[in-house]
């Protein structure tokens, strides 16, 4: 595969993802509005953040009237899951020069995360370059949207009729992306635990039950590889002929 033929299979592999990204990102442009943002200051938080779920728990919070600085932390603790997605590609990128890794680092997304990574691990010859290419094939067709659907949605969230719901997006958004990369079983201890822990702690104020939730998931997922790696390294496993000790 070239370059060119990379940067378009990338480009097609994320289309579909235009079906969410468009009402997702028309959504936060309404919400942020109605947080008392003028459009203005819409466009600089999704061009300097570009990272919806936590772009929505911010005007959220701030609508809720919570300190900024909950508002912030809480924000960035969404967006920890981008540090995740970093360390993933970190095997398929680490080489790239500093500024390609700096652009790609700013255009991460989850959907470029997860058509990228799931590319890479079932093509493992794939070179570096061509992996370049791959992933700025799919973020030129979902950046574009997200600034332009943003905008739409602030300028005419008002006049938008009110049976339109754009709730929907949101929550079919992180499903489509997380479906495909459950596939182990720390994969989906972690998932579960995420999610139950979210509906048990959803009284927290200010939205704090969500870190509680994700840190819980890391715990029951990393505890879940030690489970089974300590199950492979067993006696009789099967997993330890031919070692030497």
């Not at 070179?127 to 973020?139: E, I, L």
């Not at 938008?160 to 929550?171: H, M």
């Amino acid at each position: 595969m070239t370059r060119a033929q990379a940067f378009r299979r990338g480009f097609l592999d994320c289309a579909p993802f235009l079906i969410i990204v468009v009402p997702f990102s028309m959504l936060f442009g309404v919400a942020a509005r109605e947080a008392g943002l003028d459009v203005l200051q819409v466009m600089a938080m999704s061009v300097l953040v570009i990272a919806g779920a936590s772009q929505f728990t911010a005007v959220t919070l701030l609508a809720d009237n919570a300190p900024v600085f909950v508002a912030l932390l809480t924000a960035l603790a969404v967006n920890l899951r981008m540090a995740m997605y970093s360390a993933a590609l970190v095997p398929h990128l680490g080489h790239a020069p500093l500024g390609t890794r700096a652009l790609m680092a700013y255009l991460m997304v989850d959907q470029a995360y997860a058509v990228a990574v799931r590319t890479y691990e079932d093509n493992p010859g794939m070179p570096m370059a061509v992996k370049v290419a791959y992933y700025f094939g799919c973020m030129t067709l979902i950046c574009p949207f997200w600034y332009g659907f943003t905008a739409v949605g602030a300028v005419l969230g008002q006049a938008l009729p009110a049976g339109l719901s754009l709730d929907f997006a949101v929550p079919v958004c992180f499903i489509a992306l997380l479906a495909p990369l459950l596939r182990s079983l720390p994969h989906v201890v972690a998932a579960l635990v995420s999610a139950l822990a979210a509906v048990v702690f959803a009284w927290v104020p200010w939205n704090l039950g969500l870190i509680a939730a994700a840190v819980l998931a890391m715990i029951a997922g990393a505890q879940a590889e030690l489970f089974l790696a300590r199950r492979a390294a067993r006696p009789g496993s099967g997993s330890g002929s031919g070692s030497v000790a």
